[in-house]
């Protein structure tokens, strides 16, 4: 883990198809990322299994909310006052910078250095610069046309308090959970995936009554570590960090960050905050709607305070792929694998006749036709059978199926472990049923 560098995962993620820049046949376009087929399909993963650990419970209901929301959402939250970061220009070189990250960072001039730090730099004073993106509603930029792109999911979630709360029968505590795409004008995106414009959140608002938010705050900090760790992440990568008065976000009476060490240091994977009544009241002021429970059987009112576990989907995508990531020295050099735990691998098995002939590509691709019906899986003949291991294990395929010339004599094929390279024989038969247990169990 030591010598893992972000050039590492950055390459891999190149060269394996997980992840590109955006618009790179124009030149790029800053800090946007485009997700290839391995990435979409682990992104998906690791999404499917936030959703389950969601919908698992009884007490959670789903929602997809628009990105485009009425104007009025983010005056009553506190977006269109509040949510902004100091910045300061360099008026020499036209350079932005976040006030508070200039003791970190460095001038893009050469010699590397601080901005300020060099004779010719001449910086601004330091400006709010809100962090929406705005778009105008209609054919005609007019006044009242201006939109903003949904700088976090939570708020489509508080303003449909009131429908979900009257179609799914539940009474507090119970949750709302989104995952979708949020938009913020970073002043200074970067680190690849960890901090870019455009990225996806998994989002849930825990609603519960007054009393019970310690308890429920707590619960949800446990509950979310567990998640991570059940994942795979090791637990001497992965913190509870609690933030202090000073770094709360005007909604917030309590957050604490769930940081990881990823190769850039240790830095916020999730925040799991306690929004108290913040929201509900603030919408129920600017809306004239009210956003209460009301307890038909007892008359108790009463307006839920929040709990709310608000994840990145592609900060715990490169969380995950950082941690999966290992370089071995092997027989005939090193080895890069990704030990992505079997449920996030983007591909379970591969199937790998030995060679192109003597009816090995009719055995393996029968075997694939049954695996492909039950989870992802690959079939690949090109190239030397080390290759196509290696290809398999920098993209993190938990398990390799090869069919020989024993496999047509007595039925049998291969079956290559990821992680202990063991290669033991099966019966053909047996495996897609072996390999749907193991998925199931882990
Ligand atoms: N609703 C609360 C909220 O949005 P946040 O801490 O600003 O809280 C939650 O965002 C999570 O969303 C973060 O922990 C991070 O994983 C992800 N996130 C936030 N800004 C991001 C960005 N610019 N790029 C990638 N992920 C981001």
New binding site residues.
């Given amino acids: 883990m030591n010598d893992l560098t972000m050039d590492k995962i950055v390459s891999l993620c190149k060269r394996r198809g997980f992840v590109f820049p955006s618009s790179e046949i124009y030149g790029g376009l800053g800090s946007t990322y485009d997700y290839g087929h391995y990435g979409v399909l682990l992104k998906t993963n690791v999404k499917n299994a936030w959703w389950q650990a969601m919908l698992g419970r009884d007490d959670i209901v789903a929602l997809d909310s628009a990105i485009l929301q009425h104007p009025r959402v983010w005056e009553a939250s506190g977006h269109v006052g509040g949510f902004s970061d100091p910045m300061v220009d360099c008026r020499t070189c036209k350079a932005r910078f976040r006030a508070d990250h200039i003791e970190s960072m460095a001038c893009g001039r050469k010699p590397s250095r601080k901005p300020g730090e060099g004779g010719e730099c001449d910086l601004t004073e330091a400006r709010q610069f809100n962090l929406m993106f705005k778009t105008t509603i209609g054919p005609v930029e007019e006044t009242g046309s201006t939109v903003y792109l949904r700088?976090?999911?939570?708020?489509g979630i508080f303003i449909n308090f009131k429908n979900v709360l009257q179609f799914s029968r539940k009474k507090p505590p119970f949750g709302i959970a989104q995952v979708g795409k949020?938009f913020?004008n970073?002043i200074t995106?970067g680190n690849f995936?960890?901090?870019?414009?455009e990225?996806?959140?998994m989002?849930m608002e825990f609603f519960v009554p007054p009393a019970e938010a310690g308890r429920w705050f707590e619960h949800w900090v446990a509950e979310r570590y567990r998640w991570y760790t059940d994942l795979g992440i090791r637990a001497e990568n992965l913190v509870v960090r609690a933030h202090g008065a000073d770094e709360l976000?005007h909604y917030s009476s309590g957050t604490s960050?769930?940081e990881y060490r990823y190769p850039i240091g240790w830095s916020?994977?999730?925040?799991i905050?306690n929004r108290g009544d913040f929201d509900l009241k603030a919408h129920a002021t600017a809306s004239g709607e009210k956003l209460e429970y009301v307890d038909t059987a007892t008359g108790e009112r009463y307006v839920p305070h929040v709990i709310?576990p608000?994840?990145?989907?592609?900060?715990?995508t490169l969380a995950f792929l950082c941690d999966a990531y290992a370089e071995e020295e092997v027989a005939d050099g090193v080895r890069v694998v990704l030990r992505l735990h079997p449920r996030l691998a983007p591909v379970k098995v591969a199937v790998l006749p030995l060679v192109k002939k003597d009816g090995q590509p009719e055995v393996a691709r029968a075997l694939y036709d049954t695996l492909r019906s039950r989870m992802q899986a690959e079939y690949d003949e090109g190239g030397s059978v080390g290759k196509r291991y290696r290809r398999q294990d920098e993209i993190g395929t938990p398990w390799c199926v090869t069919i020989d010339h024993q496999s047509l004599e007595d039925g049998t094929a291969t079956l290559r472990d990821r992680d202990t390279l063991e290669q033991v024989r099966v019966a053909i038969a047996d495996i897609p049923a072996m390999l749907t247990e193991r998925l199931a169990a882990r």
């Avoid at 916020?268 to 925040?271: A, D, H, T, V, W």
């Fill in positions: 700088p976090e999911t939570a708020q949020s913020r970073e995106p995936v960890f901090r870019t414009r990225f996806e959140q989002e976000s960050d769930l916020e994977l999730e925040g905050a709310e608000a994840a990145g989907v592609d900060r715990a």
